[in-house]
């Protein structure tokens, strides 16, 4: 069974630019969560989606946003780019009706923004 | 305000020996607690899990102990090898809320 699916794997951006991160879920899966993972702040929850629906929204200004497709993939996008959106962002599905409390990760999306 | 509270930060331990890992919560409303081994250049990967009606679980050699009264639970790695060393974290999961808080993270170093 293939794992989670996260593309690009790494990509440089400048401020004021906007960036698109994509995930495919395990298959089966219907609930995707995103994180942000930076060294000083740790592992910080973003959204999670079940069903094309956000369920659950982190502490992240509104430049952060995300959607789910039908087949359960899973786009995040942040605009405006500043210094500090530099991070390894995470993707994460969750078995079963959705988030049973359980995440399996991507390798995850590394974001440079110069 | 951070809900999961972990320690220690780093850990060295000798091939063989026991490494124990930290963690406190706040909210009780956490209601799944889940531990992840992450390598460099890699995401996180689900280690072993524990509900909050169960004191012990174990798995080879990994093991968690969970206090509900005291909010507090730990990984104990037994006979620690050098392929275990990674940054582990802790999470308390909301399924309700569909959301996991993680602990900062225990990089674990195993020496030969």
């Known amino acids: 069974k293939a794992g989670v699916t996260q593309t690009p794997r790494y990509l440089i951006k400048t401020r004021g630019q906007q960036v698109t991160l994509s995930c495919s879920p395990i298959s089966g899966h219907r609930s995707v969560s995103w994180y942000q993972q930076t060294p000083g702040q740790g592992l910080q929850f973003l959204f999670e989606?079940?069903?094309?629906?956000?369920?659950n929204k982190g502490n992240f200004p509104g430049r952060f946003s995300g959607r789910q497709f039908s087949n359960s993939r899973s786009e995040m996008n942040v605009s405006t780019l500043e210094l500090g959106d530099s991070a390894l962002y995470l993707c994460a599905s969750s078995p079963r009706q959705g988030f049973n409390g359980e995440l399996f990760f991507g390798e995850g999306s590394r974001l440079t923004v110069l | 305000q951070q809900q999961v509270k972990q320690s220690p930060q780093s850990l060295i331990v000798q091939k063989g020996g026991i490494s124990i890992i930290n963690c406190a919560y706040e909210n009780t409303a956490f209601d799944y607690f889940p531990w992840y081994q992450q390598f460099p250049g890699k995401g996180p990967a689900l280690l072993i899990a524990i509900r909050p009606d169960v004191s012990e679980k174990k798995e080879g050699r990994f093991t968690i102990s969970f206090n509900k009264s005291a909010k507090q639970f730990s990984l104990h790695i037994m006979d620690s090898q050098p392929g275990d060393s990674a940054t582990y974290f802790c999470a308390a999961s909301s399924t309700n809320a569909g959301k996991s808080t993680f602990g900062d993270g225990t990089t674990l170093t195993v020496k030969p």
């Open positions: 989606y079940f069903s094309e629906t956000q369920r």
